[in-house]
């Protein structure tokens, strides 16, 4: 029995609409290449990749931060690298200070080239990297030491900030980047005088023991500048080391990120040959439906009745 | 001769029969695509026949016969009514799914993001000024995003009940078209098939908007209640339902300001929402009632949405507010980024604003062990740190697992949908199996009734026949 089925022909629109409602969304799928694009397309994969977008974007910062350490770290090592070659200037100097045939006027001479490299240890513990004192420790924004002959060490302290502030890598480990002036230049005893290692001390002792012909003391002030040489060296080998770790910190990072954003595409993107034959079957079977109704018969007993 | 006269009458009252019958066939025909019309067949009885007796017998019609199936039809408005549901369900929740991002391009997960890496960039320079202001700018776009989002939401509960008023009101008009039924019926008690159809069809509009018990009484009437025990429409009187939004005051209310529920009322003014589970009313309070009050909050429960800004707020000034702005000697303690309505739990999302009275160069990277960025590193992690508040969750897992609810009810909603498409398509195909006008039937029962009027004409021709020679033997 043929009936006029309301019912039949409502399933067929039904099936239609389906099947339509599918082409739409994988076609979206295709053109875009996201497979889900919005919480209904995987709700079981949105914890996920909103971490990875988190974690993708932090990693971006962070070897942001690591690349301007790196700047920092690479400008102070050059920085301290023109100390040591300072201070070594200044122990040769000494040196021709220390020799019986000097006389009191070449001495003075001397003193005043000794006088330059202090000003030049001073200029390099006043270091800018992007707008920031790089030795100054934790207040950043202004020199911790200033040039003063009156001064014992002939170097007024501006500041005493330590330095704390570290960089953080991918694993979240921190890695201190920074000393600070006085650690490097003018390491001073629990009572405030000059320590073993100070270049300032040691430079300006000389100094002073060349202006007054002082035999002794040029003798003594040479051997504080060797012991400041070697305490510079150390300084220089941290800043070697911070490097060292920055630049393994940035490969991790890298390595992270390209995992990450592995990660991310697999579970959000699409995989275009899946899709692109779903799209196949969906288009298939939508014509093979149209084709199969195209061919129902619509005729019924009347059109045969004369 | 007089028994001449008697078939006489007989055949024609067989003509007449049997163009009533043709009538019937006609009336199917007409009606075959007329929603809510069943076949109805003429039935024909043979009258008594007894020659000696002097009954001619003969053929009378009684009563139509209806096709209709109250089985077939009461499994149609079943699945109309859970197609209803999901429709509206699946409609309602793709509409407030797109306020989710789920790219991380845009909207409260993008902002987020920004903020925690501006936390990042702050920490490798804690005293750069444009690196702190950017923290503020980037809390300025955090609070603005999610002020954004729940305004959206509330706007979008406000078209839901709108949607419910207007459901409403179809469901009142179609039971005012029921009621006029009854009264018709109470004043004729002859079936109509016309106006059966159209009850049916009205029955099967209401089923697709609300859950209805259809009851039919001896009267002829029906009666339709809303659940099991509303009342729409009883014989001659239709009860209106009303729509309401109000906050709910049983059991009290543990968020006083919190946002009110859609309500349906009785014509009583009583509360019957709870007698709405399915239709296209049931969806929509379910979506408004359930799923958007469960993120923007309601008088029982904060809303995961608030839950967030509340989190995200209180532990970024926490970190803050127990710090310094900077390392040095004396330096000020931190002072809280963010704040928010804290008179009600249901307000938080709303009101996130960034404090009015901060300044960037107030922000505290310091920790209170003297930690130059020891704060800021803190904040750069806190999108990745479990919130006991969240239940264990961090801030970037718990907004998007507000997504990914409202995600799955969608999927579910759509999936259903389709399944119950074909569902009631397939229903109603057994349903007009049985009771739909089938054009090669109705051109059988014609063909069938054609010859026999032909017939019949033929027998009175020759009856008449008979009796005009009858009578011309008269002298």
């Known amino acids: 029995m043929l009936n006029i089925t309301r019912g039949a022909t409502e399933k067929f629109l039904a099936d239609m609409d389906r099947t339509q409602s599918q082409i739409d969304k994988v076609s979206g799928q295709v053109s875009s290449g996201i497979r889900v694009q919005q919480p209904s397309d995987d709700p079981g994969a949105l914890a996920e990749i909103a971490t990875l977008q988190g974690a993708i974007g932090m990693n971006q910062q962070v070897q942001a931060n690591l690349g301007s350490a790196t700047n920092e770290v690479g400008t102070a090592e050059g920085a301290l690298q023109s100390a040591i070659q300072a201070v070594e200037n200044a122990i040769s100097l000494g040196a021709q200070g220390a020799t019986s045939t000097s006389t009191a006027q070449a001495r003075s001479i001397l003193a005043t080239q000794i006088q330059g490299l202090q000003e030049t240890l001073v200029g390099i513990s006043q270091t800018t990297v992007n707008g920031r004192y790089i030795f100054s420790g934790d207040q950043d924004r202004s020199p911790a030491y200033k040039l003063d002959l009156s001064q014992p060490s002939g170097v007024q302290r501006l500041l005493t900030a330590s330095s704390t502030r570290v960089i953080q890598d991918a694993t979240g480990t921190a890695i201190s980047v920074a000393k600070t002036a006085g650690e490097i230049f003018d390491p001073r005893n629990p009572d405030d005088t000059p320590a073993t290692g100070n270049a300032f001390a040691a430079l300006n002792a000389l100094r002073v023991a060349l202006q007054n012909n002082d035999s002794a003391g040029i003798a003594q002030a040479q051997d504080a500048l060797k012991q400041a040489d070697s305490h510079l060296n150390v300084a220089e080998a941290f800043y070697g080391n911070a490097q060292t770790r920055l630049a393994s910190a940035t490969n991790i990072a890298q390595r992270f990120q390209v995992n990450q954003q592995k990660q991310l595409s697999d579970l959000r993107d699409t995989d275009v040959a899946s899709a692109a034959l779903e799209l196949t079957q969906a288009q298939t079977q939508q014509q093979a439906s149209l084709a199969a109704q195209s061919k129902r018969t619509s005729m019924n007993l009347f059109d045969y009745l004369t | ?475």
Do not use: C
Request: hydrophobic content about 40%.
């Open chain 2, 1 to 475: 001769m007089s028994s001449l006269l008697a078939s006489l009458a007989s055949s024609g009252r067989a003509l007449d029969v049997f163009q009533r019958a043709l009538s019937v066939i006609q009336d199917n025909i007409d009606n075959a695509s007329t929603p809510g019309y069943a076949t109805q067949d003429a039935s024909l009885t043979a009258l008594p026949l007894d020659i000696t007796g002097g009954l001619v017998g003969g053929v009378a019609t009684r009563s139509l016969v209806s096709s209709r199936n109250d089985f077939a039809d009461q499994a149609v408005r079943r699945h109309l009514q859970s197609l209803g549901e999901f429709t509206a369900k699946s409609q309602n929740l793709n509409s407030a799914q797109t306020l989710f991002d789920v790219t991380g391009n845009s909207g409260v997960p993008a902002s987020l993001s920004q903020l925690f890496q501006a936390f990042s960039a702050w920490s490798a320079n804690p005293s750069d000024p444009s690196l702190r202001q950017a923290v503020v700018d980037g809390a300025v776009s955090v609070a603005d995003s999610v002020r954004s989002l729940a305004k959206s939401l509330t706007q979008t509960a406000g078209q839901i009940d709108t949607s419910v008023a207007s459901t409403v009101q179809q469901i009142n008009t179609l039971g005012a078209a029921i009621q006029n039924y009854n009264v018709e019926r109470l004043r004729n008690p002859t079936s109509d098939p016309a106006a059966d159809a159209s009850l049916h069809a009205n029955l099967e509009s209401l089923s697709q908007l609300v859950n209805i018990t259809t009851l039919q009484q001896a009267d002829g009437t029906v009666t339709v209640l809303a659940g099991d025990q509303t009342p729409l429409v009883i014989g001659n009187q239709a009860y209106a339902l009303s729509a309401s939004v109000y906050a709910d005051t049983t059991p009290p209310a543990v968020n006083s300001q919190g946002p009110p529920s859609s309500h349906v009322l009785d014509w009583q003014g009583n509360d019957v929402t709870a007698d709405v589970s399915s239709g296209q009313l049931g969806g929509l309070l379910n979506v408004r009632n359930q799923v958007l009050s469960s993120i923007s909050g309601d008088a029982q429960q904060a809303g995961s949405l608030n839950q967030f800004a509340k989190t995200l707020a209180d532990s970024v000034n926490q970190i803050l507010q127990s710090g310094k702005v900077s390392s040095d000697p004396g330096a000020a303690s931190g002072l809280p980024l963010f704040t928010y309505n804290t008179s009600d739990a249901t307000l938080a999302a709303g009101s996130l604003t960034v404090n009015p009275s901060i300044a960037a160069d107030q922000l505290a990277p310091a920790d209170a062990a003297g930690n130059a960025n020891g704060n800021a590193i803190q904040l750069a992690s806190l999108g990745s740190t479990a919130q006991a508040a969240l239940g264990g969750m961090n801030l970037t897992t718990f907004l998007s697992s507000i997504a990914s609810n409202i995600g799955q009810q969608t999927q579910q909603a759509q999936s259903s949908l389709t399944t119950q498409q074909q569902a009631t398509a397939q229903a109603k195909s057994l349903r007009d199996q049985i009771s739909g006008v089938s054009l090669d039937a109705e051109a059988v029962k014609l063909i069938e009734f054609q010859r026999g009027y032909q017939a019949a004409a033929r027998v009175l021709a020759v009856l008449n026949d008979l009796t005009d020679k009858t009578i011309q033997m008269i002298p």
